[in-house]
């Protein structure tokens, strides 16, 4: 199987060293989604001056999510690219069995997701359609609300020795005017039963265990997802934490503040 990626790196300041590393890797991760740990990655070729070709020994079966998620997670926290074209083509028919775009100027598309794809060789093919810039006029607008954020995490600490404890000596973790009971995957008020899906538990136990700590999404992603053996996106925490929160809108005290660019952190006012 060959996966193959396009950059302007020169252009964009990225050493090519920096690029064939994160694209082995890339290809690393994505046989180990396919629970295969003896296929070896062969040298990345520069095929043009945009695209990169990484190849494998030996065939394999993979899940078109896994694809999709591998390669916006990398490219993300590589900063390699932001708008891109991904075509998988069969390497000895030369047909395209699957393609998506991410483009943040006329909307994502990723169609037939989902598809377990059948073991064979293939090649795959990144378009870069837009070259990320450095603009310190962000830079700028981000100093006050970072600065913000780091004063409110200050008081947090201080308000936090005057709380009660959050655990007692019993099989619950008191949250403002729940009991969570996390072995049971539920919460309990006054009057009301709330149940818990698996991740959502392990999520708020992880929160409840960090208050007024911001918890990194790469914790929650590793720790809820990841250890067993299920790769996500970020938007994957998004989406839960908005479900915590609606779990826990009858208690006002309880907030999800989302730190830009880290994640997350859960406090008690």
């Known amino acids: 199987m060959i996966p193959a990626v396009a950059f302007v790196n020169k252009k964009d300041g990225i050493p090519e060293k920096h690029v064939e590393v994160v694209l082995r890797d890339l290809g690393h991760q994505l046989l180990l989604t396919a629970k295969d740990s003896s296929s070896r990655v062969l040298p990345v070729k520069k095929l043009k001056e945009n695209i990169y070709q990484v190849s494998f020994k030996n065939d394999f079966r993979f899940i078109s ?4 998620n591998l390669v916006q997670r990398t490219f993300q926290k590589n900063a390699l690219a932001n708008d891109y074209i991904v075509s998988l083509r069969n390497c000895k028919e030369n047909e395209t069995v699957f393609a998506f775009e991410i483009n943040s100027r006329t909307g994502d598309l990723t169609p037939c997701r989902g598809r377990t794809l059948d073991v064979g060789c293939y090649v795959i093919e990144i378009e870069l359609l837009k070259k990320n810039k450095f603009n310190f006029f962000w830079l700028l607008l ?17 308000k936090k020795e005057a709380k009660a404890p959050m655990f007692d000596n019993s099989d619950h973790i008191q949250l403002g005017n729940f009991r969570f009971y996390a072995a049971d995957n539920v919460l309990k008020a006054e009057h009301t039963t709330i149940s818990l899906s698996e991740k959502e538990t392990k999520a708020l136990k992880i929160f409840a265990e960090n208050i007024d700590q911001v918890v990194e999404r790469e914790k929650l992603m590793k720790e809820i997802w990841e250890d067993e053996g299920v790769v996500v996106i970020s938007r994957n925490v998004d989406v839960l934490v908005s479900k915590l929160r609606k779990k826990l809108s009858d208690d006002s005290s309880l907030k999800f503040i ?12």
């Open 65 to 68: 999510d896994s694809l999709i």
């Open 142 to 158: 981000l100093i006050v609300p970072l600065a913000l954020v780091a004063f409110y995490v200050k008081n947090g600490f201080r």
């Open 258 to 269: 989302n730190v830009h660019g880290r994640g997350y952190k859960f406090v008690i006012e």
